[in-house]
């Protein structure tokens, strides 16, 4: 099957500066070179004679499969094979060429009216192609100005978000700048309880809290299924993971700790809308993470009876992030 006219390639770089050797092509082509070619040309006289288009595109594609070690027969091959692609690209023109060419006597002597048809009807295929194209370039021209347009509204929208983002950022500082403060205060308490909500309301020992962090509630869903996470992906585009970090965590550099292994404990998964992710101390340099609802800033102490914590007329239970996770070994090792 011959393939469409708009595969075929002009290749008529550097063309022009190899024609101006082509004067004496005559007289240096070797018999033997052109006779490689001979039957194809043959062809080519024959179609350039009498017009017939159903050959074009193997034409076409026959010359372009030929190749002569001789350069000016080379070239010849690609000068004939470019301009019979032109003549394909123009071919409503040149179909009106050769039906005038062949037809225009016999109309004069018959004056039959079907020749008269057909010669109007390769007219206004011609003519069309002509006008297409001076629309297809005024079209262009139109779309050019359109996106130039486009490109300075984008532009201008791009320095207002640029500003509208510094001010975010900023404002976005001060919050994050006056949490910090909060955090500070909140750890600043030794043998206290933190209280959490996560279907329930429990407590565990303050001192077994590395940090905490504002987490997206589908966000710490997909967490806590997983066996074991990266620090770094409790960690929202503004925080730092050493921050007010304690403890084992206060070890390592911003860099390493977000490297580090994180392993959320089995609980959260009880949790429906967890908001914050509590990193705990789990002993033997192992750091784990229990996401819930809600923390409470103020720390409570009471009475502790086994791992029942009485507050005052509230009783919680005590949360021991380094038994769960113990146990939570021994079901794992039980698969």
């Avoid at 040309?41 to 030929?66: A, T, Y």
């Avoid at 409570?300 to 507050?311: F, K, T």
């Amino acid at each position: 099957m011959s393939k469409s006219m708009e595969e075929f390639e002009i290749d008529l770089e550097g063309l022009e500066a190899e024609l101006s050797n082509l004067d004496n092509f005559l007289e240096d082509t070797q018999e033997d070179n052109f006779l490689q070619g001979e039957s194809l040309f043959k062809k080519v006289c024959l179609f350039l004679e009498k017009g017939e288009f159903s050959d074009l595109n193997n034409l076409i594609q026959d010359l372009g499969k030929l190749q002569f070690e001789d350069k000016k027969l080379e070239n010849f091959r690609k000068v004939i094979k470019n301009s019979l692609v032109l003549i394909s690209i123009h071919r409503n023109i040149f179909e009106l060429f050769y039906f005038l060419k062949n037809n225009t006597d016999k109309f004069l002597n018959t004056k039959d009216e079907n020749i008269l048809k057909r010669m109007v009807s390769f007219y206004k295929k011609a003519k069309q192609n002509n006008t297409g194209k001076a629309e297809s370039s005024e079209l262009i021209k139109t779309i050019e100005e359109v996106i130039s347009s486009k490109l300075h509204e984008i532009n201008i929208k791009i320095e207002e978000n640029q500003r509208i983002l510094h001010r975010i950022i900023s404002k976005e500082a001060e919050v994050i700048e006056k949490r910090e403060e909060e955090i500070e205060e909140y750890f600043s308490g030794k043998g206290l309880y933190a209280k959490v909500k996560i279907d329930n309301y429990y407590v565990l020992d303050n001192e077994y809290i590395l940090n905490q962090f504002k987490i997206n509630k589908n966000k710490a869903k997909k967490l806590t299924k997983k066996s074991f996470i990266k620090l770094k992906q409790l960690l929202s585009p503004f925080s730092s993971p050493v921050k007010d970090a304690r403890g084992e965590l206060r070890k390592y550099s911003a860099k390493q700790a977000k490297e580090l292994n994180i392993y959320p404990l089995h609980i959260s998964k009880m949790c429906k809308n967890p908001k914050w992710a509590l990193v705990v101390d789990l002993g033997e340099e192992k750091m784990g993470v229990i996401f819930a609802e809600e923390i409470d800033n103020n720390l409570i102490e009471g009475e502790v009876e086994r791992d029942i914590l009485r507050s005052g007329s509230s009783t919680f239970k005590i949360l021991n992030p380094k038994e769960m996770w113990q146990k939570q070994q021994e079901e794992w090792e039980g698969f």
